[in-house]
T-cell receptor, first 113, second 112 residues
Framework: GQQLNQSPQSMFIQEGEDVSMNCTSSSIFNTWLWYKQEPGEGPVLLIALYKAGELTSNGRLTAQFGITRKDSFLNISASIPSDVGIYFCAGQVRKTSYDKVIFGPGTSLSVIP | GAGVSQSPSNKVTEKGKDVELRCDPISGHTALYWYRQSLGQGLEFLIYFQGNSAPDKSGLPSDRFSAERTGGSVSTLTIQRTQQEDSAVYLC??????????FGSGTRLTVV
């Protein structure tokens, strides 16, 4: 079935550093989504990408929808302690009556003050 | 309500017992999803409800798992004869159209 791979699996960075994480798949998706999950909470949508090649920013976050439609990356600039969490990419495929979302395994981010 | 509400937030049960997990979606959201998240893992799709259409049950891992959605609103996920491998966080999400989910905080199920 369709699967997403995320790298790195985990990251430990100093506060103020930039972060980059990737998501790849062997399948093509219509939409790429990036979510953040904090402990004890459900994932929260950060950025949605709808078109191949699209580059979208949300504050210090920037994400791109790969040209091949099989990958996406998320960058976080000037990291702060509250960026800590697990970042999930998700690809959306169109089924007959709805858009099914497939989630990657996540990248765990730790920020050292 | 303002968000997706799940109850209980934590559930500890003995192996072999049945459990019911509840999800109250955002009012007016027609689509409702259940996902399972095992420790340190990603989100595993379980089941999807959209309006009055037949649910997509393709992600349910075994026939011990079932879900209902009454009146197009509240949903209950039932796990019969629980096993230790069922221990996970069960997340519910709803959306107005079938994408753009809002997740609840989940139910942490521990089977001992």
């Amino acid at each position: 079935g369709q699967q997403l791979n995320q790298s790195p699996q985990s990251m430990f960075i100093q506060e103020g550093e930039d972060v980059s994480m990737n998501c790849t798949s062997s399948s093509i998706f219509n939409t790429w989504l990036w979510y953040k999950q904090e402990p004890g909470e459900g994932p929260v949508l950060l950025i949605a990408l709808y078109k191949a090649g699209e580059l979208t920013s949300n504050g210090r976050l920037t994400a791109q929808f790969g040209i091949t439609r099989k990958d996406s990356f998320l960058n976080i600039s000037a990291s702060i302690p509250s960026d800590v969490g697990i970042y999930f990419c998700a690809g959306q495929v169109r089924k007959t009556s709805y858009d099914k979302v497939i989630f990657g395994p996540g990248t765990s981010l730790s920020v050292i003050p | 309500g303002a968000g997706v509400s799940q109850s209980p937030s934590n559930k500890v049960t003995e192996k072999g017992k049945d459990v019911e997990l509840r999800c109250d979606p955002i009012s007016g959201h027609t689509a409702l999803y259940w996902y399972r998240q095992s420790l340190g893992q990603g989100l595993e799709f379980l089941i999807y409800f959209q309006g009055n259409s037949a649910p997509d049950k393709s992600g349910l891992p075994s026939d011990r798992f079932s879900a209902e959605r009454t009146g197009g609103s509240v949903s209950t996920l039932t796990i019969q004869r629980t096993q230790q491998e069922d221990s996970a966080v069960y997340l519910c999400a709803s959306s107005p159209t079938g994408w753009g989910y809002t997740f609840g905080s989940g139910t942490r199920l521990t089977v001992v």
